[in-house]
């Protein structure tokens, strides 16, 4: 039998991950993003604890921009995941589940977290933060 005639089987370039699966995937991603963070941020607090050198260093490494990038994407994950939870909070109280719902929901926790996401750092921003 020739390999030519066999129907070939659907690759993961056809399908298109929607967007209830993508908002899943990224809830469990920021979470693991929280928990890296708050290491992070643990390292901060001793860092502040331990005198100015380790402070001066941590706050060095977060006023670069590397750090600031960090930092926006830690924010992110932070809005992101509280956003995502409160849907959740939701579909544990046994609303919300049905199609439309989902996709509205799933659509309003990504722009929320954005604009909270960019409000925060325009506010940061303006304030002088470095």
Same mark, same amino acid.
């Given at each position: 039998?020739?390999?030519?005639?066999?129907?070939?089987?659907?690759?993961?370039?056809?399908?298109? /991950?929607?967007?209830?699966? @993508? %908002?899943?995937?990224?809830?469990?991603?920021?979470?693991? $993003?929280?928990?890296? *963070?708050? #290491? /992070?941020?643990?390292?901060? @607090? %001793?860092?502040?604890?331990?005198?100015?050198?380790?402070? $001066?260093?941590?706050? *060095?490494? #977060?006023?670069?921009?590397?750090?600031?990038?960090?930092?926006?994407?830690?924010?992110?994950?932070?809005?992101?995941?509280?956003?995502?939870?409160?849907?959740?909070?939701?579909?544990?109280?046994?609303?919300?589940?049905?199609?439309?719902?989902?996709?509205?929901?799933?659509?309003?926790?990504?722009?929320?977290?954005?604009?909270?996401?960019?409000?925060?750092?325009?506010?940061?921003?303006?304030?002088?933060?470095?």
């Amino acid at each position: 039998m020739s390999t030519q005639n066999r129907p070939l089987s659907p690759h993961l370039e056809v399908y298109r /991950l929607p967007l209830t699966g @993508l %908002i899943s995937i990224t809830h469990r991603m920021t979470g693991v $993003a929280l928990s890296v *963070g708050t #290491l /992070l941020f643990a390292y901060w @607090l %001793i860092a502040a604890a331990s005198g100015p050198e380790s402070y $001066a260093t941590i706050n *060095g490494f #977060l006023g670069s921009w590397i750090g600031k990038v960090l930092l926006f994407l830690w924010s992110f994950a932070f809005y992101f995941h509280f956003c995502n939870g409160i849907r959740h909070l939701f579909w544990d109280a046994g609303k919300g589940f049905d199609k439309e719902v989902v996709e509205k929901t799933a659509k309003a926790v990504l722009i929320t977290s954005v604009v909270l996401t960019v409000l925060t750092w325009i506010i940061i921003l303006a304030g002088g933060g470095s």
